[in-house]
C-alpha cells in the first residue's frame, strides 16, 4: 500500500484578464484560498502584489514570499522554487493574467510538481483562448492553439498559408495571441494571406467593458477594419464554405 506524501499542494490561480474588478470574473474561493497562501510563484512580482491586494486588501504583504518565473529566471532557481511544497507548505502559481500554464512560464513549473509528486490544484478563471473559442461560433469539437507567430513577415505568412490548409483538410479551427501592439499588423497579414472565404474571429479586450469578438470572411473583414492598436487579441481562422 502507497503511503501518502506530506506535500503541500499547489494551486493553479487565475487572474483578471484587465483591470475589471477581480470578482467580477473570479469565483470566491480565489479570495478565500488567497487570504492562506503567503508562498507564490509568480510572473511580475509588482502585478502579485497589487493583484493579492485587490482581492484580500487585509492581507499582510510582508508575509509574502514570492517566486519570480519569467523569461529571465535561471534553471538553478526554478528548480528551488516548489521547496516549500516539500517542506509541506502550500503554494500558489499565478500568470500576470488569464490562467496559468496555458500560454504561460507556469507550464515548467506544473510539470515539475507533477513529476515530483505534488498535488496540482486548478481553479475556474478566465482564460482568453477559451473565451474566444466559446464566442466564435467556430468548430469547437475540433481546434488547435498554435500560440505566437513568427515575427518575420514572410515567415508568418508561410505559417499562416500552413494552418490555413490545415484548417480546410482538417475542418480544424486555429487559434493564434499575439502582443497587444502586433495586432494590427497580424490582421493585415490576414487579410493579405488568406483566401477570401476564410473565416477569421477577432476577440480582443475579453471580459472588459471594450470587449469586441466577431467572426465574418476575410472578404468581409477587408470592408470594415476594426480598431486592435495595443488591445490584447486572440485570432482563429477556419475554412468558409
Not at 480546410?168 to 497579414?189: G, H, M, V, W
Request: net charge positive.
Amino acid at each position: 500500500m502507497e503511503t501518502e506524501n506530506t506535500y503541500g499542494t499547489l494551486y493553479l490561480i487565475p487572474t483578471p484578464l484587465g483591470e475589471n474588478p477581480p470578482l467580477e470574473v473570479l469565483p470566491l474561493l480565489v479570495k478565500t484560498k488567497l487570504e492562506e497562501l503567503n508562498h507564490f510563484i509568480v510572473e511580475n512580482e509588482k502585478a502579485a502584489r497589487r493583484f493579492i491586494k485587490k482581492i484580500a486588501p487585509n492581507k499582510s504583504q510582508e508575509a509574502l514570499q514570492l517566486y519570480p518565473l519569467n523569461k529571465f529566471t535561471s534553471q538553478e532557481e526554478m528548480a528551488t522554487y516548489l521547496n516549500p511544497c516539500l517542506d509541506g507548505i502550500q503554494m500558489g502559481l499565478m500568470s500576470d493574467a488569464g490562467i496559468p500554464g496555458v500560454a504561460d512560464p507556469g507550464a515548467a513549473i506544473v510539470a515539475k510538481a507533477h513529476k515530483i509528486g505534488i498535488t496540482v490544484k486548478p481553479y475556474v478563471g478566465p482564460s482568453s483562448i477559451m473565451l474566444a473559442m466559446m464566442s466564435s461560433g467556430m468548430n469547437g469539437q475540433n481546434f488547435a492553439f498554435n500560440g505566437y507567430l513568427p515575427v518575420d513577415q514572410r515567415q508568418r505568412k508561410q505559417a499562416l498559408t500552413k494552418f490555413e490548409k490545415k484548417a480546410i483538410r482538417e475542418n480544424q479551427a486555429q487559434i493564434f495571441i499575439e502582443t497587444p501592439y502586433r495586432s494590427t499588423a497580424l490582421l493585415k497579414d490576414l487579410l493579405k494571406t488568406l483566401l477570401p472565404s476564410t473565416l477569421i474571429c477577432i476577440a480582443c479586450d475579453l471580459t472588459l467593458s471594450s470587449e469586441f469578438v466577431k467572426t465574418l470572411t476575410v472578404k468581409a473583414w477587408k470592408q470594415q477594419k476594426p480598431q486592435l492598436d495595443k488591445r490584447p487579441c486572440i485570432f482563429i481562422i477556419e475554412a468558409g464554405f
